[in-house]
């Protein structure tokens, strides 16, 4: 089979296009998360043309209807000169307007122009509501989920502040919380945040999101939110902060707990850093484990292995399936990784690592600096596993 000159990483997901993994419940229907793949290429729109091809391929594989897609988020390499050919595509584009669409970019390492990762729920019929061209709601089960993507500040300062424009993504998710009864502290399970240039602005986001967080009754003795806080950037020019989120509105007691395991990772309070390392969310048949960016951390704090990135890859994963042993999982549980590099040229080693270690597991490998330049890869992800419990709701 082909493989890519950078290296031997998943010939068999890049010779087809895509990869997909499914969990099938037992109450709450089934779902599937496809990562679509492709060569380099010169021509942008024939590169839209040959990922929207090869996804509609990956939904005939698992015979699923265009109308199951719930998430989609499309990874590019130019978003500035990218994101208007993808707006008018039909990646991105709805005839139902159904579909929450994240654009980011963060350059494929393939070489592509663009990647995609899908995410697709088929359980009957569900209700969708677009509440703003940012935020939908899906309904199913008498339970709504609220997912938000794009948020930023549109903001036309050259002189902008990471500070401000981090207060200002996440008033738009609070406004939108509260029209539907909710907040930020009961009902945002995820968020993932984007910034320009992340080793000068991450810490006017942190110092930001914690003065808010503190107002939102999000402290150390409370909880906060899974996370990943991570080099990216939207399509307005001058905006250095930009955020997905997704939110479960109707929880149940019972339904939302938090992983850690203190013998590998600190709390994240430690170092002054306001995430959930992870969320576990309960149904009656399955829970849903929201992995936040994770790197190669010890139970201190501390970097390891810095100028290694292959053991820094595997302590990432290693620290990954600790957290999903605490929420009664592991990593055969996990549904896709994303995986952020910071020099490009690590690659071809990563690819092959994980083709080797984790040939099932769908990955999506991008450009993305860590929070601390030592830490030169950061891994995150969703995993799904049976439970077992009739006092919960079915998803």
């Not at 967080?213 to 950037?233: C, K, R, V, Y």
């Not at 938090?258 to 048949?285: H, I, K, M, S, W």
């Amino acid at each position: 089979m082909r493989s890519l000159d950078a290296g031997d990483w998943r010939a068999a997901q890049i010779e087809r296009g895509f990869a997909t993994r499914s969990f099938y419940g037992t109450k709450g229907g089934s779902e599937h998360f496809i990562a679509v793949t492709i060569p380099p290429g010169a021509d942008f729109r024939a590169q839209i043309d040959a990922v929207t091809e090869r996804y509609a391929a990956a939904r005939r594989s698992l015979g699923l209807a265009p109308e199951t897609a719930v998430f989609r988020r499309i990874f590019l390499s130019d978003v500035l000169n990218q994101a208007t050919a993808v707006r008018n595509s039909p990646l991105a584009m709805d005839p139902d307007d159904g579909v929450s669409v994240s654009i980011v970019e963060q350059p494929p390492l393939t070489g592509a122009k663009l990647a995609l990762l899908a995410y697709h729920v088929e359980a009957g019929p569900f209700v969708r509501r677009r509440l703003s061209p940012r935020h939908l709601l899906v309904e199913k089960n008498g339970r709504r989920h609220l997912w938000s993507t794009r948020l930023c500040a549109d903001d036309h300062e050259k002189d902008g502040s990471a500070a401000l424009q981090t207060r200002a993504v996440f008033a738009d998710l609070i406004k939108t919380l509260e029209s539907q009864g909710a907040n930020l502290r009961d009902h945002c399970v995820r968020t993932w945040i984007y910034l320009k240039d992340v080793d000068v602005f991450y810490q006017g986001m942190v110092d930001s999101r914690r003065e808010l967080f503190t107002n939102q009754g999000l402290t150390a003795d409370s909880h906060f939110i899974a996370s990943t806080g991570i080099e990216g950037a939207c399509a307005h020019r001058h905006d250095l902060v930009a955020m997905d989120a997704y939110s479960a509105l109707d929880l149940a007691p019972g339904q939302i707990s938090y992983l850690n395991d203190f013998q590998r990772l600190c709390p994240t309070a430690n170092y002054n850093v306001t995430f959930e390392r992870g969320t576990r969310v309960a149904y009656a048949d399955r829970a849903h484990l929201f992995i936040s960016g994770t790197a190669s951390i010890d139970e201190a704090g501390s970097v390891l292995f810095p100028g290694d990135v292959l053991r820094q890859l595997e302590r990432a994963l290693g620290n990954v399936d600790a957290l999903l042993k605490s929420g009664s999982a592991t990593l055969t549980d996990m549904m896709y990784l994303i995986v952020y590099l910071r020099d490009p040229t690590d690659f071809s080693h990563v690819g092959t690592y994980l083709a080797e270690h984790y040939p099932y597991l769908p990955s999506v490998i991008v450009q993305g600096a860590v929070c601390r330049p030592d830490w030169l890869i950061e891994v995150e992800g969703v995993a799904v596993t049976p439970n077992d419990d009739v006092s919960l709701p079915a998803f």
